[in-house]
């Protein structure tokens, strides 16, 4: 099956400072989707994203499908942005999310 | 608009009992999905629902199990539960099976804890 992998696995953050998380995934993929799962383990939708750029707000989001990654940028970073950020694929033909293995990110005051 | 709820939010269950989660998917959506999160790792995906019939299984035992109601809403069992069964247990609404352009959206999720 596919592979997902991000990188960093841990980031720590003073407020007000820039990130960006990476995702690399090891074949083809007709869907990529980034969320963000707080404390409580609630996981939000970011991003759809299978190729080309997004923003919203301080979150943006770049995939680049012929070269299978995809990156997530935090400017100004907040405490509220505190938790794991997650990858997730869908290969073509099937019907399952395949999540990478997440970056803990921390941010401090 | 509600979005996926899922019920109970914690339970703690002891080995070999049986344990039944519930999951109502955001309002229009057709299709439910069923992911376990173990500590420290990314969700892995159990099985999807979708018109009543199970469409794809992951990597799970038949001790897994899962049931669509006629008003998308959807059971995860699970029977001779083991210590390793404890995790956060998260179900996922989409419109017509994860098609491309469909958003997937999370519920809260279930914490079971297994003793």
């Known amino acids: 099956g596919i592979q997902v992998e991000q990188s960093p696995p841990d980031l720590i953050l003073q407020e007000g400072a820039n990130s960006t998380l990476r995702c690399n995934f090891s074949?083809?993929?007709?869907?990529l989707q980034w969320f963000h799962q707080n404390p409580w383990g609630q996981l939000i939708n970011l991003f759809y994203?299978?190729?080309g750029t997004k923003q919203n707000g301080r979150l943006s989001a770049t995939t680049v499908a012929t070269e299978r990654y995809s990156l997530l940028y935090i400017s100004s970073s907040q405490t509220t942005d505190s938790g794991v950020y997650f990858c997730a694929v869908k290969e073509g033909g099937g019907n399952k999310l395949t999540f990478g293995t997440g970056t803990q990110l921390k941010v401090e005051l | 608009d509600a979005g996926v709820t899922q019920s109970p939010t914690h339970l703690i269950k002891t080995r070999g009992q049986q344990v039944t989660l519930r999951c109502s998917p955001k309002?229009?959506?057709?299709?439910v999905s069923w992911y376990q999160q173990a500590l420290g790792q990314g969700p892995q995906f159990i099985f999807q629902?979708?018109?009543?019939?199970?469409?794809q299984r992951g990597n799970f035992p038949d001790r897994f199990s899962g049931h669509q109601f006629p008003n998308y809403s959807s059971e995860l069992n699970v029977n001779a539960l083991l210590l390793g069964d404890s995790a956060l247990y998260l179900c996922?609404?989409?419109?017509?099976?994860?098609?491309?352009?469909?958003?997937?959206?999370f519920g809260e999720g279930s914490w079971l804890t297994v003793v």
């Open positions: 994203i299978p190729s």
């Open positions: 629902y979708y018109e009543e019939e199970e469409r």
């Open positions: 074949d083809s993929v007709n869907n």
């Open positions: 996922a609404s989409s419109l017509d099976r994860l098609t491309s352009g469909n958003t997937i959206y």
């Open positions: 309002s229009g959506h057709d299709t």
